[in-house]
């Protein structure tokens, strides 16, 4: 239509999005636009993106899961999620190759962002994990699991860390593809229910 320009992706940006996400040309460009419709700026700001998160968890809180998400979602750290972050963000929560989500993961605990991971760190994220478990929900967790200083203290001696250890990237990594446990509890475990709902919107 009349602002061609405006609303055309760059060639450079299409480029880059096709060899790091798995979408094509044509659903490159569709996205582009539906993120334009809900986003005429170009860009979605923490307080869209926390009110996102808040109408799909209405039971519980996820303000603070949503702000870590957030961050680790905007790589050149201005505040801002524009279409680029957005699309990459897409493809690792739908069907990012393990690599790069474990790398994503990894972000995430990343809380200060310096490059390795401390307990406090994963009992940040974690805590930020059960507010979105809605207190029906929580009852239902196994015992050894039903906090979150506990669940820390289980991935912590799953890592096979000490109190004041650190975790790197690659120790990170390596310890969730050697254990599915951790997998398990590093992970909101209701994805599904989100990617549903979701869905159900873009249509
Ligand atoms: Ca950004
Ligand atoms: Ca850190």
Redesign the pocket.
């Known amino acids: 239509m009349g602002n061609s320009n405006s609303s055309a992706l760059s060639k450079e940006l299409l480029e880059e999005l096709k060899l790091n996400t798995k979408y094509s040309e044509v659903e490159l460009c569709a996205w582009y636009q539906t993120f334009l419709k809900e986003c005429p700026s170009g ?1 979605i700001s923490r307080e869209q993106f926390e009110s996102i998160y808040a109408s799909f968890f209405p039971d519980a809180d996820p303000k603070a899961y949503a702000q870590h998400v957030f961050r680790s979602f ?9 279409f680029k ?1 957005y699309m990459v963000a897409l493809h690792l929560t739908s069907s990012g190759q393990t690599m790069q989500k474990l790398e994503w993961a990894f972000s995430l605990y990343d809380v200060d962002r310096n490059g390795i991971v401390s307990k406090n760190e994963i009992q940040e994220i974690v805590t930020s994990i059960f507010n979105m478990i809605s207190e029906e929900d929580k009852k239902n967790l196994p015992d050894e699991e039903n906090t979150p200083e506990k669940r820390t203290d289980k991935i912590w001696d799953l890592f096979g860390k000490k109190e004041n250890d650190k975790i790197s990237e690659g120790e990170f990594i390596q310890g969730v593809l050697d254990n599915k446990e951790i997998l398990r509890l590093i992970q909101f475990d209701k994805p599904q229910k989100v990617q549903e709902r979701l869905k159900e919107k873009k249509q």
């Open positions: 860009r905007d790589s050149n750290s201005d505040g801002t999620l524009d972050e």
